[in-house]
């Protein structure tokens, strides 16, 4: 029997012939890139950093974040800042979704709630939270919504050839071990790519010793065949990363709306609102290798003298350069609000994907307070991560 550890299997499960029956290769699922984690509005509106950029990406069921891990000194410390963001329909319709499904209400399925909140350690509002509401209303990087020629037809005849060893293999196992589901197991691990060791104590453990187990694989699928699907995860791994890398920087446009509260009780009893916004995001690509955002957030900030709420708007631009998974930027961002001065914010810094997966932030740049006439350095480092694997 061949083998060999390929890297994470499809996870095609195998139910009977309900896969076949249900479509395998319009499952919405099997149309996810590895494109760094997005912003959450909800971030933003805490005042983490000086930028407060929204950039537009493609939705991810899930999205968690951790930020503001330098503290005094420029020392390193516990990150204070917290947000998650949350794709509701994503996760109702989970690994059932349709593309067709998808197709006919994207802006519901794109559709985003992140909440956030803060340790803000200047003695007088320890306590910050914010709630957001964002969904993007043009994204072509968005595989469900283009062209199948691109990738769900490659995808797919993949998908379809592994599932079709696979059940070769288990129809093989069902006459030795007199049970589908035992029979589906091994199947799942043959094709998977997984080690021999693994495939044959399984198979040991339901009566099937080693050279039945070999003699029933070969006959199911050729060695050739076999040798092929086993390279599969590979494959695919390598045409997901050329898509990612050419999408990466597509143009995308995003909307979002909300609110941030501070308090002194720990326990959020007097939050009062300070803050609310809303943004217009836009992502547009600049050659094969660059990016360039454009924002403006528009809403009402609590004066910190009067107690009153009063207009603000910060105009941003940012410009990236680099791969899917290594880049860096530089921006410019001016906020004004009513009977103050403008602060200004040069800003740079860059996004790498470690090799323990996520993805790394980090920033620094020099804010100029036209009120106060005075300037001061503004960092960040903050670790994103998503779960896209969550329901395959």
């Given at each position: 029997?061949?083998?060999?550890?390929?890297?994470?299997?499809?996870?095609?499960?195998?139910?009977?012939?309900?896969?076949?029956?249900?479509?395998?290769?319009?499952?919405?699922?099997?149309?996810?890139?590895?494109?760094?984690?997005?912003?959450?509005?909800a971030f933003s509106l805490l005042k983490v950093e000086g930028s407060s950029v929204l950039r537009p990406s493609s939705v991810k069921e899930l999205g968690l974040a951790v930020s503001d891990f330098?503290?005094?000194?420029?020392?390193?410390?516990?990150?204070?800042?917290?947000?998650?963001?949350?794709?509701?329909?994503l996760i109702a319709e989970g690994p059932r979704l349709q593309v067709t499904a998808y197709q006919r209400r994207p802006w519901l399925y794109r559709l985003r709630v992140s909440a956030a909140t803060a340790r803000v350690?200047?003695?007088?509002?320890?306590?910050?939270?914010?709630?957001?509401?964002?969904?993007?209303?043009v994204d072509r990087a968005d595989l469900r919504t283009l062209p199948p020629e691109l990738w769900r037809i490659p995808l797919t005849q993949a998908a379809k050839q592994k599932l079709n060893a696979?059940?070769?293999?288990?129809?093989?196992?069902?006459?030795?071990v007199q049970d589908v589901e035992k029979a589906a197991a091994i199947a799942d691990l043959v094709v998977a790519g997984y080690e021999g060791d693994s495939v044959y104590r399984l198979a040991e453990r339901?009566?099937?010793?080693?050279?039945?187990?070999?003699?029933?694989?070969?006959?199911?699928?050729?060695?050739?065949?076999?040798?092929?699907?086993?390279?599969?995860d590979q494959r695919l791994q390598d045409r997901r990363k050329r898509l990612a890398d050419s999408l990466w920087n597509a143009f995308s446009i995003d909307v979002a709306l909300g609110v941030r509260a501070d308090g002194n009780d720990s326990t959020g009893r007097d939050?009062?609102?300070?803050?609310?916004?809303?943004?217009?995001?836009?992502?547009?690509?600049?050659?094969?290798?660059?990016?360039?955002?454009?924002?403006?957030?528009?809403?009402?900030?609590?004066?910190?003298?009067?107690?009153?709420?009063?207009?603000?708007?910060?105009?941003?631009?940012?410009?990236?350069?680099?791969?899917?998974?290594?880049?860096?930027?530089?921006?410019?961002?001016?906020?004004?609000?009513?009977?103050?001065?403008?602060?200004?914010?040069?800003?740079?810094?860059?996004?790498?994907?470690?090799p323990f997966g996520g993805w790394l932030d980090f920033s620094a740049g020099l804010e100029f307070d036209n009120?106060?006439?005075?300037?001061?350095?503004?960092?960040?480092?903050s670790y994103k991560f998503g779960l896209p694997k969550l329901f395959d």
């Open positions: 029997m061949h083998s060999t550890s390929s890297g994470p299997a499809l996870a095609l499960f195998l139910i009977g012939s309900s896969l076949q029956a249900q479509g395998l290769g319009s499952l919405a699922k099997y149309s996810r890139l590895d494109f760094a984690v997005p912003d959450a509005p330098v503290g005094g000194g420029a020392a390193l410390s516990i990150p204070r800042a917290f947000a998650v963001e949350v794709a509701p329909m350690e200047d003695g007088i509002r320890p306590n910050r939270v914010a709630l957001a509401l964002r969904s993007t209303l696979a059940q070769a293999v288990q129809d093989g196992l069902v006459h030795r339901y009566g099937v010793n080693r050279a039945e187990l070999d003699e029933i694989v070969t006959a199911a699928v050729p060695p050739s065949s076999m040798e092929e699907v086993l390279q599969l939050l009062r609102v300070q803050k609310y916004g809303g943004w217009f995001a836009l992502g547009a690509p600049i050659t094969r290798s660059g990016q360039l955002l454009l924002n403006v957030q528009q809403g009402g900030e609590r004066d910190t003298t009067t107690g009153r709420i009063r207009f603000s708007s910060t105009v941003n631009s940012r410009l990236y350069v680099g791969t899917n998974y290594l880049k860096i930027f530089v921006e410019g961002q001016g906020r004004l609000r009513v009977d103050h001065r403008p602060i200004w914010l040069l800003n740079s810094g860059g996004e790498i994907r470690p009120n106060i006439r005075e300037s001061q350095l503004v960092t960040n480092l």
